[in-house]
C-alpha cells in the first residue's frame, strides 16, 4: 500500500518569512495529493490539492508543486500570518477507486510575532 | 454549519464496554469514510461507504469494530468491548455528489468523536 512521509515535523518561522513542508510518496500509481490543514480541536480542512497532471498549482500565498519523477510534493506558504499556524498534513492517494487517503504524520507550523 | 457533522463529540467509557457514534455527511455526498487519529498522527482510513455499500475496510479495522450506512444517509461506527489502545479520534469524512468522477477527490471532514477509554 501506500506509504506518505512527510518533513519536518515542526517548523518555526517569523511572521512574512515563508514556510516549505515535504512529502515523499511510494505508490507511483498515486494521481491526487490533497494538504489539510488543522487547528488544535478543530477538523482537518483541505486548503489545496494537485493531481499528477500537473506540476504545480497556486491559490493566494499557498502553492502546491509536484515531483513524480522523485516521488515527491511540497506545500509552499508564503508571508506567513499568524493565523497559519496549525498542523498541516499531506495526503496521497489513487483515484477512481475508493480515493481512501494515505495521510502523512503532520507539521507542526509555528509563526512568531 | 452545512457541513459534515459527528455525534458525540467526546465520549469517555470504561474498557470493556461498547460505544456508537454517528456521521451525517454533506446532504448530496455519496461516499463516507472514516478515519482513526491518534495524538501527533496523520489520519489512518478504516472503511468507506458507496451510497449504503460498505467497499473498503482497512486491516487497522478488528472484527471488534463495525461501520453501517443502512439508507445511503448518515452512518454509524460501533466499537465492541472496547480497549485502551482504541482512544483516539475518530473523524469522519464524505465526498461525490457533484456528477463529475473529481467531485470525489475532495473529502470534508467533520469535527470528529474524541474517545478516551478508561
Known amino acids: 500500500g501506500e506509504n506518505v512521509e512527510q518533513h519536518p515535523s515542526t517548523l518555526s518561522v517569523q511572521e512574512g518569512d515563508s514556510a516549505v513542508i515535504k512529502c515523499t510518496y511510494s505508490?507511483?500509481?498515486?494521481?491526487?495529493f490533497p494538504w489539510y490543514k488543522q487547528e488544535l480541536g478543530k477538523r482537518p480542512q483541505l486548503i489545496i490539492d494537485?493531481?499528477?497532471?500537473?506540476g504545480e498549482k497556486k491559490d493566494q500565498r499557498i502553492a502546491v508543486t509536484l515531483n513524480k519523477t522523485a516521488k515527491h510534493f511540497s506545500l509552499h506558504i508564503t508571508e506567513t500570518q499568524p493565523e497559519d499556524s496549525a498542523v498541516y498534513f499531506c495526503?496521497?492517494?489513487?483515484?477512481?477507486?475508493?480515493?481512501?487517503?494515505?495521510f502523512g504524520t503532520g507539521t507542526q507550523l509555528k509563526v512568531e510575532l | 454549519d452545512t457541513g459534515v457533522s459527528q455525534d458525540p463529540r467526546h465520549k469517555i467509557t470504561k474498557r470493556g464496554q461498547n460505544v456508537t457514534f454517528r456521521c451525517d455527511p454533506i446532504s448530496e455526498h455519496n461516499r463516507l469514510y472514516w478515519y482513526r487519529q491518534t495524538l501527533g498522527q496523520g489520519p489512518e482510513f478504516l472503511t468507506y461507504f458507496q451510497n449504503e455499500a460498505q467497499l473498503e475496510k482497512s486491516r487497522l479495522l478488528s472484527d471488534r469494530f463495525s461501520a453501517e450506512r443502512p439508507k445511503g444517509s448518515f452512518s454509524t461506527l460501533e466499537i465492541q468491548r472496547t480497549e485502551q489502545g482504541d482512544s483516539a479520534m475518530y473523524l469522519c469524512?464524505?465526498?461525490?455528489?457533484?456528477?463529475?468522477?473529481?467531485?470525489?477527490?475532495?473529502?470534508?471532514f467533520g469535527p470528529g468523536t474524541r474517545l478516551t477509554v478508561l
Open positions: 469524512a464524505s465526498s461525490g455528489g457533484g456528477g463529475s468522477a473529481s467531485s470525489y477527490n475532495e473529502q470534508f
Open positions: 505508490d507511483s500509481a498515486s494521481n491526487y
Open positions: 494537485i493531481r499528477s497532471n500537473v
Open positions: 495526503a496521497a492517494t489513487l483515484t477512481g477507486g475508493g480515493n481512501k487517503l494515505t
